[in-house]
T-cell receptor, first 119, second 115 residues
Framework: DAGVIQSPRHEVTEMGQEVTLRCKPI?????LFWYRQTMMRGLELLIY????????DSGMPEDRFSAKMPNASFSTLKIQPSEPRDSAVYFC?????????????????FGPGTRLTVL | AQKVTQAQTEISVVEKEDVTLDCVYE???????LFWYKQPPSGELVFLIR??????QNEISGRYSWNFQKSTSSFNFTITASQVVDSAVYFC????????????FGQGTELSVKP
């Protein structure tokens, strides 16, 4: 399997521009997560989907951020308008619903990340 | 509230020294999972280990070992005979059972192993 694919790997943009980050989860996985990594806040969950439906978006910083999952194999994270403080590495991860036993769990597989720089 | 604390921001050791990375977690849930991830300079997140709350057995994998103690809510990670290639940021993380699989990360510990 190709693993979780993210594009672009690097993005440099100017303040005020729209930025779209893309993620292709592992085939068959029904959970998709977006995380952001910054020096100040570390790794934090922004939003996650189950079966293409957003379940928890409490980590989305503000209305400038939006995420969609139009189908099981594709998700986007959009920032409009972008600001310098949005500069970070954005990770996408996917996982599969575990079995019912407590010993089961959703092992997450992370993509390589997108390094976003907003000037 | 659920929280993971890695009190050591940076650690520097000389090659072949042993080093322990501390992780303390907080949760009222009885079923949960703990993880360690490694983030080398290249930036990707590499899964190292997972333990569930029912299994306090310590684990050893080569030079790596993990000590899970529910009594102190700790899940510490020891590297024996450290090597330069171990230089990375290490994250401890918590996942609560039946909460969709979201990970709660600690702030990370940057380990520098000098030759």
């Amino acid at each position: 399997d190709a693993g979780v694919i993210q594009s672009p790997r690097h993005e440099v943009t100017e303040m005020g521009q729209e930025v779209t980050l893309r993620c292709k989860p592992i085939s068959g996985h029904d959970y998709l997560f977006w995380y952001r990594q910054t020096m100040m806040r570390g790794l934090e969950l922004l939003i996650y989907f189950n079966n293409n439906v957003p379940i928890d978006d409490s980590g989305m910083p503000e209305d400038r951020f939006s995420a969609k999952m139009p189908n099981a194999s594709f998700s986007t994270l959009k920032i409009q308008p972008s600001e310098p403080r949005d500069s970070a590495v954005y990770f996408c991860a996917s996982s599969q619903t575990p079995g019912g036993a407590p010993s089961s769990y959703n092992e997450q597989f992370f993509g390589p990340g997108t390094r976003l720089t907003v000037l | 509230a659920q929280k993971v604390t890695q009190a050591q921001t940076e650690i520097s050791v000389v090659e072949k020294e042993d080093v322990t990375l501390d992780c303390v977690y907080e949760t009222r849930d009885t079923t949960y999972y703990l993880f360690w991830y490694k983030q080398p300079p290249s930036g990707e997140l590499v899964f190292l280990i997972r333990r569930n709350s029912f299994d306090e057995q310590n684990e050893i994998s080569g030079r790596y070992s993990w000590n899970f103690q529910k009594s102190t809510s700790s899940f510490n990670f020891t590297i024996t005979a450290s090597q330069v290639v171990d230089s990375a940021v290490y994250f401890c993380a918590l996942m609560i059972y039946n909460q969709g699989g979201k990970l709660i990360f600690g702030q990370g510990t940057e380990l520098s192993v000098k030759p």
